[in-house]
């Protein structure tokens, strides 16, 4: 399959259980290491996305996911199985690219998105801790 957008290709894909993180580089030189976590709530499959836009399911206690295994899709993709179970999300070096490159936004949203919904997560209250020593001083 040769690239037809100007999406940088993927040359190597490396999985840190011990820090739950998954580690991607591109040809482009740009490497990322993205959380478990973070790759497992925002699987493109039909349990997080929803069957149409509105369904989408808030991903929570996904604090310690890690991945057990990787499994190729052709030329193109992965399918990552998450410790959770979830294991139908297809992962193309496109979204990979995408989910690196817009990490910290995507990231930012998502712990909006929980604390709106009333969902602690171990960052949030770190943010919490930081904001009240801060207005401390």
């Not at 499959?45 to 899709?73: C, F, M, R, W, Y």
């Not at 294991?87 to 949203?109: C, F, M, P, S």
Request: aromatic share 8%; hydrophobic share 30%; glycine share 6%.
């Amino acid at each position: 399959m040769t690239n037809t957008s100007n999406t940088p290709q993927l040359t190597a894909l490396t999985l840190h259980q011990a820090s739950r993180k998954l580690e991607i580089t591109f040809d482009s030189g740009e490497t990322f290491l993205l959380s478990c976590e973070y790759l497992r709530v925002y699987s493109q499959s039909a349990d997080v996305t929803g069957h149409a836009p509105g369904q989408e399911v808030l991903q929570v206690g996904k604090e310690s996911v890690n991945i057990t295994d990787i499994t190729p899709v052709g030329n193109y993709a992965v399918k990552l199985h998450f410790d959770d179970g979830h294991d139908t999300g297809i992962y193309t070096w496109v979204r990979l690219y995408e989910l690196g490159k817009h990490q910290a936004d995507n990231w930012t949203d998502y712990l909006r998105r929980l604390m709106r919904a009333g969902h602690p997560h171990p960052e949030l209250e770190q943010k919490k801790s930081q904001s009240q020593i801060t207005q401390l001083h």
